[in-house]
């Protein structure tokens, strides 16, 4: 009987110390475990969008229509870079004509418009226009 004793014993210290070694270190595993990783944000590019292309009659100056939407983390501005073509290809070693839009104060998951207003454009030339660059400002709190 004294054998089963010390077995008892033997059994209670070692899950003792068990959990003296063990318990921090399942502690701080948990703690540890906080937010999961966050996603890089996009490229501002992904938000915004050319919707139209004209010709402004009256000035022959070509015209793109631009829709920004909003970012979820909060509002902010857009700077749009649009570049002018006369064909959606973009030529090698040539240089497209571009016009900036600022787009200010876009509420998250809100979609607000601006015009990009381009040179004067050729009679008979149908234009391209599309977004050549963005950039997203997040407004001041």
């Not at 475990?33 to 070509?62: F, H, L």
Request: hydrophobic share 50%.
């Amino acid at each position: 009987m004294s054998a089963l004793k010390w077995q008892g014993w033997l059994v209670g210290l070692v899950t003792v110390a068990g959990l003296l070694v063990f318990a921090p270190l399942a502690l701080y595993v948990w703690a540890s475990g906080g937010d999961p990783p966050q996603a890089p944000p996009r490229a501002a590019v992904e938000d915004v969008r050319v919707t139209g292309c004209r010709i402004d009659p009256a000035s022959r100056r070509v015209v793109a229509a631009v829709e920004a939407t909003g970012r979820p983390e909060g509002p902010g501005a857009y700077v749009v870079t649009v570049g002018f073509r006369d064909r959606a290809d973009a030529d090698p070693g040539g240089r497209a004509a571009q016009a900036l839009v600022k787009i200010p104060v876009v509420a998250p998951g809100a979609t607000e418009y601006g015009e990009a207003v381009g040179p004067v454009w050729p009679v008979a030339t149908v234009p391209w226009c599309g977004v050549a660059g963005a950039e997203f400002a997040r407004a001041a709190r």
